[in-house]
C-alpha cells in the first residue's frame, strides 16, 4: 500500500535542508580546520596568522609516514582484523546456540552474560591487566586480540538476529542430512551475512578506535597501535608547534574506517524513503 | 506458523554437543577475560595491594572509606554529574531532532548521514587532538574571539572550559549514532498516525511531539541509557586533553581517570583502584535502573 | 512399498498435551490427508513423522522398522515447507542438488536427477536462478524438486498451496493430483486447512481435533473423502466436513430401531433412517442435516428468512426456526424469496444423521436415497 505523499509548504523543506545543512558544517567545520592545518607548513602554524595554507604542502603527510606511523597503522590493522574475524565467528556461533538450541542452563547463562555487559569495560580492564601479566601476555598484541575476542553486545544482537529468523530453512538443510556444524557455516552463515556485516564494521571501528586498552597493555612503542602512537608524538609536535604534523595524522588514522563506512553502510543503515509508500 | 517459532524448534540428540561447541569459544574468553577479572576485581576491592612486592592483605572497607574522604573522588564526582546533566539531554534531544528531520522528505539523505557521522567515525584520539587545535591558545578561535570580542579565553587550561570542550566532543561524535537509532525507531512508526494527525489540523512539530515523541519514548530510555554509562565511562579525551593527570586543577578528572591513577600512578593503590571500580559499576547499575523506571512508559506502542 | 505406521503416539509439549494418542496407518503410494482446525496438531504430526519433532509416547514405523531413534535425513523422506524454504543463496539447481552431494551420490547420478526433475516440473529455464528471482509459483515447484531428486519413500507437504493466490492453487492442485500418479510408487502425506483440497486430492482423509486436555484421541476420524462425508462418525467431523457447515439440532428420541429413529426434534416429529439399535427411549439427540438436503418449498417445519446469500445458480437461505432461537442454513435455487418471508422445508428422512449424548454417530441406512438438492 503506498502513502499518499503529503504536500508541504515549500519553505518548511528549505527550513528543513537549511538546519540541516547548518549542523553538517558546524560538525565539518573542525576537520576541515584540520585539513587546511595539515596541508600548511610548520612555520606558517608558528606564525599563526594565515586562514588558509599560503602555499598547500604535504610535507606533514611526508614526514608522518616515513616515522614509526607506518608501522602503527600496520599494528592496528593487523590486531584490528584479528579481533573483527574472532569476533564475527564466535559471536556469531554463540548467538545462534543461544537462539536455537535448548539446553539445560540456557536461561541462566542468559541473564549471566545480561549481568555481565553491563559491567562497563573500563571496569573489567585493570584487573584483566593483571590477568593477561600472570600469562605473560603484558606488551604483546595477542593480549589485545585474546580480551577483544568476543562481545557480549553482538552476542546478544546475533541472538537476537537469529529468534527473528525463520527456521524452516534450518529444517530443510536437516533433512537433507546436513550436521549441524556443516549447516552452520553453509546455510546459515551466508544467510546472515547483513548482520554479519554490520558486526564487522562496528567491531573494527571499536579496535581502530580504541585508545585505553592498548594504552594499558602494551608499552614498547614500535607496538603501539594508532591512537596511542599518535597521541605520544602529539605531545612533541605540539611543543614545536608541529599542529600540522598532529591533524595529519588524527586525519589519517580515520580515512580507513571512513572508507569502510562509506562503502558499506547501506548494509547496515536503513534509510526508507518514506514518501515512496512502500514498506 | 507457529510450528516456525524457534522457540519451539527441538532437535534431535547430538544437538547439546554441537550448542556447546558453538558456545565454547565465547564463554572461554568472557569467562577468562571479562567474569574472572570482575571477581578478581571485587576481591581486590577490599584489600591493600603492593604492585612491586605483590603482597596483599585484607583491609575490609578502607578503601571505600579513603574514596569518601579524597578530594579528588568527589571532583571527580562533581565532574561527572555535571557532564550527564548536560551531555545526555542534549545529545538525547539533538539526536531526535535530527533524526525527525532526516525521517521527512529530504534528498541526499545517505549523504548527510554519511557526513554526520564523521566524528563518530574518529577515534577519540583523533577527535580530540583535533579540538585540542581548535581550541588551542594559539589556535584560531582564539584569535577570532580576541580579534572580534576582545576577549582571551583560555580552553584548554581554564578549569570552567576544559571539561566543556569535552562535552561538545562528546556529543558531536555520539550524536550520530544515536540519531541512527532514532531513525530506525521512526520507520517503525506507521505514517498513517502522521497522515491522521494533518487531518486534524496538526502542524509538523506538533506532529513530531504528539506522535514521534511518544512512540520512540522506548527508545528515548535506551539511548539515556547508553548515553549516561558512556558518560561514566569517559577516559579518553579527558586523558588526552590533560595529558594524563585530570587537569586543570582536577577539572577533567573523570571516575575513570581516577581508577587509572590509583592503578598505576602509585604502587600500592591497586586495591582501591578496583574499588572505586565496584563503585563505579554500582553507581552505573543504579543509575540503569532508575532512569528505567523513570522513562519507562505505559505500553504506548500502536 | 512403503507403509507408515504410527501407534499410541502422544505429543506433549512443555506439559501441555498437543497430540494424544494417535493411531494410524498410511498405506504404500497412498496420497493422505491430513485436515483440521487450526491448533489440531496436524503439522505437528507431519514434522513428528519427519522427524523434527520429539514424541512423549509411541512408536513411528516405516516399512515396519522403528524409526523413532533415526535422525531426518536418514528416513527418506523428503518434504516441501509452507514456505518453500529454499536455499536463497543457491541457484535452484544446487537447491536441488544439495542434498543429495550430502549423501555422497556420483556427480552424473545428481546431474540426471535434477535433470529429469526439472522436466517433469518444467522448472528447466529457471535451474541457474536464484530464488530470490523466482515467483511464488515458481518457488514452489523448485521446493517439490527438491523432494522429487531425493527420490524418497514418502512426501511430506506442509500446506504448500497456502501462500499462493486462488487462481494458481486450483492449477497446481491439479498438478499436484498428477505428480502423485506420475510417482506412483511414492505415498504422499499432505496437510492442509482447505476442505476443497483434502475431498480431491486425498485417497485417505485423517481428520484432526484440536487437543483441549479433554483425553480425546486426536484422530477424529480416518476414511475416504466420500466416507467422510457421508458417515462422519461424530459431531466434530460432521461438524467440520462440508460448507456451508450441517445444520444440528437437539431432540429427544420416541421409539429406536434397528431400521429407523423416530425423534422429537423442536416439537416436530421426525424421522430418520438410521441404525437406531443402541439408543433408548428419551434419550437426547443431535439430529444433523446438511444445508443441500434441505428441500424448500413444502413440508412440516418453517423457518423465517433472516438473510440469502446468492452464488449464482444457487444461493443459501439463513432461516430462524419457529421457537425463534434456532438457525438453519438451506441450499436452494434463486426463487424469488425475500428477507422476512417464512419459507416450509422438508428434512428428507433419508438425508439425517443423528448423535447420540456422547457426539458418536448412529450409523446411516441407504444415504443417497433423499432428493437431489
Not at chain 1, 537433507?176 to 546455510?187: E, Q
Not at chain 2, 522528505?105 to 545517505?110: A, L
Not at chain 3, 513423522?49 to 535425513?73: C, M
Amino acid at each position: 500500500m503506498s502513502t499518499p505523499t503529503l504536500r508541504r509548504p515549500a519553505s518548511s523543506g528549505l527550513l528543513l535542508y537549511g538546519f540541516l545543512g547548518c549542523y553538517s558544517l558546524l560538525t565539518l567545520a573542525p576537520f576541515a580546520w584540520a585539513i587546511l592545518t595539515s596541508l600548511k607548513s610548520t612555520r606558517e602554524i608558528a606564525s599563526g596568522t594565515t586562514l588558509l595554507p599560503a602555499s598547500p604542502t604535504l610535507d606533514a603527510y611526508r614526514i608522518l609516514l616515513h616515522s614509526e606511523l607506518d608501522t602503527w597503522l600496520l599494528n592496528s590493522f593487523t590486531v584490528a582484523i584479528s579481533v573483527t574475524v574472532l569476533n564475527v565467528l564466535f559471536n556469531t556461533m554463540a548467538g545462534y546456540a543461544l537462539a536455537r538450541y535448548r539446553f539445560r542452563g540456557r536461561q541462566l547463562l542468559f541473564q549471566v552474560l545480561m549481568l555481565l555487559v553491563m559491567v562497563p569495560g573500563q571496569v573489567t580492564m585493570i584487573p584483566a591487566f593483571q590477568i593477561v601479566a600472570r600469562l605473560g601476555l603484558v606488551d604483546t598484541h595477542l593480549s589485545l586480540i585474546l580480551t577483544s575476542g568476543v562481545s557480549i553486545t553482538y552476542i546478544f544482537m546475533m541472538r537476537q538476529f537469529f529468534i527473528n529468523f525463520p527456521t524452516e530453512i534450518e529444517e530443510a538443510a536437516i533433512l537433507d542430512g546436513c550436521s549441524p556444524l556443516a549447516s552452520f557455516f553453509r546455510i546459515v552463515l551466508p544467510m546472515a551475512r547483513p548482520a554479519l556485516v554490520t558486526q564487522a564494521v562496528f567491531v573494527f571501528m571499536g579496535v581502530w578506535n580504541e585508545f585505553m586498552k592498548p594504552l594499558l597493555f602494551i608499552s614498547s612503542v614500535d607496538l603501539y597501535l594508532l591512537p596511542q602512537g599518535l597521541n605520544a608524538v602529539a605531545r612533541q609536535f605540539a611543543k614545536s608547534s608541529s599542529w600540522n604534523l598532529i591533524m595529519a595524522g588524527s586525519l589519517l588514522s580515520v580515512m580507513p574506517v571512513l572508507l569502510l563506512y562509506v562503502t558499506l553502510n547501506r548494509h547496515f543503515i536503513n534509510l526508507n524513503d518514506q514518501s515512496s509508500g512502500l514498506k | 506458523m507457529f510450528h516456525s517459532d524457534p522457540r519451539r524448534w527441538r532437535l534431535p540428540r547430538g544437538a547439546s554437543i554441537a550448542a556447546f561447541s558453538f558456545l565454547l569459544p565465547a564463554l572461554l574468553l568472557i569467562g577468562v577475560f571479562t567474569l574472572i577479572p570482575i571477581v578478581y576485581a571485587l576481591f581486590l576491592s577490599v584489600q591493600k595491594m603492593d604492585l612491586i612486592s605483590g603482597h596483599h592483605r585484607f583491609i575490609g572497607l578502607a578503601n571505600l572509606r579513603y574514596l569518601a574522604e579524597d578530594d579528588k573522588f568527589w571532583a571527580a564526582c562533581h565532574n561527572t554529574l555535571r557532564y550527564v546533566s548536560m551531555v545526555v539531554p542534549l545529545q538525547t534531544a539533538i539526536a531526535l531532532i535530527l533524526a525527525c528531520v532526516l525521517n521527512g522528505r529530504i534528498r541526499f539523505k545517505r549523504v548527510f548521514v554519511t557526513l554526520l557521522f564523521l566524528p563518530t567515525l574518529t577515534s577519540s584520539a583523533a577527535l580530540t587532538m583535533i579540538f585540542m587545535w581548535l581550541f588551542n591558545n594559539a589556535g584560531v578561535l582564539v584569535r577570532l574571539l580576541q580579534n572580534t570580542l576582545g576577549i582571551t579565553i583560555n580552553f584548554l587550561g581554564d578549569p570552567a572550559w576544559a571539561l566543556g570542550i569535552i562535552m561538545l566532543m562528546n556529543i558531536f561524535s555520539t550524536v550520530p549514532g544515536l540519531m541512527v537509532v532514532y531513525l530506525a525507531g521512526l520507520q517503525a512508526i506507521p505514517p498513517a498516525l502522521y497522515e491522521a494527525a494533518m487531518l486534524d489540523g496538526a502542524g509538523p512539530i506538533r506532529r513530531h511531539w504528539e506522535i514521534s515523541v511518544p512512540q520512540l519514548t522506548p527508545i528515548t530510555c535506551y539511548v539515556m541509557t547508553m548515553g549516561v554509562i558512556g558518560c561514566f565511562q569517559l577516559f579518553d579525551q579527558a586523558f588526552i586533553l590533560s595529558g594524563g593527570d585530570g587537569g586543570p586543577d582536577n577539572a577533567t578528572l573523570t571516575f575513570t581517570l581516577l581508577i587509572y591513577h590509583f592503578a598505576f600512578k602509585n604502587y600500592n593503590t591497586m586495591g582501591l583502584a578496583c574499588a572505586l571500580a565496584v563503585v563505579l559499576t554500582l553507581i552505573i547499575l543504579c543509575a540503569t535502573v532508575l532512569l528505567n523506571r523513570f522513562v519507562r512508559p505505559d505500553g504506548v506502542n500502536a | 512399498m512403503t507403509t507408515v505406521c504410527l501407534r499410541d503416539i502422544d505429543l506433549a509439549y512443555n506439559g501441555t498435551p498437543v497430540l494424544n494418542d494417535v493411531n494410524l496407518t498410511i498405506e504404500a503410494g497412498q496420497f493422505c490427508v491430513f485436515i483440521g482446525p487450526s491448533g489440531c496438531g496436524k503439522s505437528t504430526l507431519l514434522r513428528l513423522i519427519a522427524g523434527l519433532e520429539t514424541l512423549t509416547r509411541g512408536e513411528i514405523l516405516i516399512d515396519g522398522v522403528r524409526v523413532n531413534d533415526t535422525p531426518p535425513a536418514a528416513r527418506q523422506l523428503a518434504m516441501v515447507f509452507q514456505s518453500y524454504a529454499l536455499y536463497p543463496h543457491m541457484s535452484v539447481r544446487d537447491n536441488m542438488a544439495f542434498g543429495l552431494t550430502r549423501q555422497k551420490l556420483p556427480k552424473d547420478v545428481i546431474a540426471r536427477r535434477v535433470a529429469d526433475a526439472a522436466r517433469i516440473l518444467q522448472l528447466e529455464p529457471l535451474l541457474d536462478r536464484k530464488p530470490g528471482a523466482l515467483s511464488g509459483g515458481q518457488r514452489q515447484r523448485a521446493a517439490i524438486g527438491r523432494a522429487i531428486v531425493k527420490q524418497p519413500k514418502v512426501f511430506l507437504f506442509d500446506e504448500p498451496l497456502s501462500n499462493l493466490d486462488a487462481a494458481l492453487r486450483s492449477q497446481t492442485r491439479i498438478e499436484l493430483a498428477k505428480l502423485h500418479r506420475e510417482l506412483g510408487s511414492a505415498s504422499m502425506i499432505y496437510v492442509t486447512h482447505d476442505q476443497v483440497e483434502a475431498m480431491t486430492l486425498a485417497d485417505q482423509i485423517v481428520l484432526l481435533r484440536p487437543h483441549a486436555g479433554q483425553g480425546l484421541p486426536s484422530i477424529a476420524q480416518v476414511g475416504r473423502p466420500l466416507d467422510l462425508y457421508h458417515h462422519p462418525v461424530n459431531l466434530f467431523a460432521a461438524g467440520f466436513i462440508g460448507s456451508p457447515r450441517m445444520n444440528f439440532l437437539p431432540g429427544h428420541v420416541v421409539c429406536a430401531d434397528a431400521g429407523a429413529v423416530g425423534a422429537t426434534v423442536l416439537g416436530q416429529p421426525c424421522r430418520a433412517l438410521v441404525d437406531g439399535s443402541g439408543l433408548a427411549t428419551g434419550a437426547a439427540i443431535t439430529v444433523g442435516i446438511r444445508p443441500e438436503h434441505i428441500e424448500v418449498g413444502d413440508g412440516p417445519w418453517q423457518g423465517r428468512i433472516t438473510h440469502i446469500e446468492a452464488l449464482g445458480e444457487h444461493g443459501y437461505l439463513h432461516l430462524m426456526l419457529g421457537d425463534g432461537a434456532t438457525t438453519m442454513v438451506a441450499k436452494t435455487g434463486l426463487e424469488e424469496l425475500r428477507i422476512g418471508q417464512t419459507v416450509r422445508l422438508t428434512l428428507p428422512e433419508a438425508a439425517l444423521h443423528v448423535f447420540d449424548a456422547d457426539g458418536h454417530a448412529q450409523r446411516r441406512l441407504q444415504p443417497r436415497r433423499h432428493a437431489a438438492a
